[in-house]
């Protein structure tokens, strides 16, 4: 098992459990605040958690909007995720959903550009998030990050803030082991074929 970060603050974990047809599975979950964040039972491919965290970070610096500074956890997330996704609680279904359905809200722009590429970070964690958790990362003024957060299980909005870069410089540490995982496997296919 590998990780990446303080587990107190903010920090990746992830283990390669198998290779299945030249794809590496592993498994995988965040820390945030000394809680775990994700289903670190639910197997991911770690090349495609690989490549949803690279084009995240591509935003990188670019997730700062100034009306969300002063707003609260459950508006900012509220505004950067309920806007644009939809999140079934537990114990609801869709024919209660459907029922309070509103038409007019089909044609709602969401509120900011690239969206999801910027703030979400539920794709980068696959199906460990995907059923579980939604996740969001802001940017202050400062340059602080809000690492922001909901449990599916709850509907709980809970929050942690990171130093400048923080995100980021785990999320590097995070790739450059993937990689190497990735390219590990890939030589040991090399020598055994099937």
Not at 146 to 158: F, Y
Not at 168 to 191: K, T, Y
């Amino acid at each position: 098992m590998s990780i990446f970060g303080d587990i107190s603050i903010f920090a990746i974990e992830c283990q390669v459990s198998r290779l299945l047809e030249e794809r590496v599975y592993a498994n995988f979950q965040i820390w945030v605040g000394g809680k775990s964040i994700g289903d670190y039972e639910d197997e991911i491919m770690l090349y495609s958690c690989m490549s949803y965290l690279s084009d995240f970070l591509k935003f990188t610096g670019n997730r700062y909007e100034p009306d969300l500074d002063e707003k609260s956890k459950e508006e900012v997330f509220q505004i950067i995720f309920d806007s644009v996704v939809y999140t079934l609680p537990v114990g609801k279904n869709w024919n209660e959903i459907f029922t309070n359905y509103n038409p007019s809200n089909e044609d709602a722009q969401p509120p900011y550009e690239d969206i999801q590429r910027r703030f979400h970070l539920d794709s980068f964690g696959m199906s460990s998030f995907s059923d579980k958790f939604n996740l969001i990362l802001v940017e202050t003024k400062t340059g602080k990050q809000r690492l922001i957060w909901r449990a599916i299980s709850d509907m709980k909005v809970h929050e942690q803030i990171l130093e400048p870069g923080s995100f980021e410089a785990v999320a590097n540490q995070f790739l450059l082991w993937a990689e190497s995982q990735i390219s590990l496997e890939a030589d040991s296919c090399d020598r055994n074929p099937s």
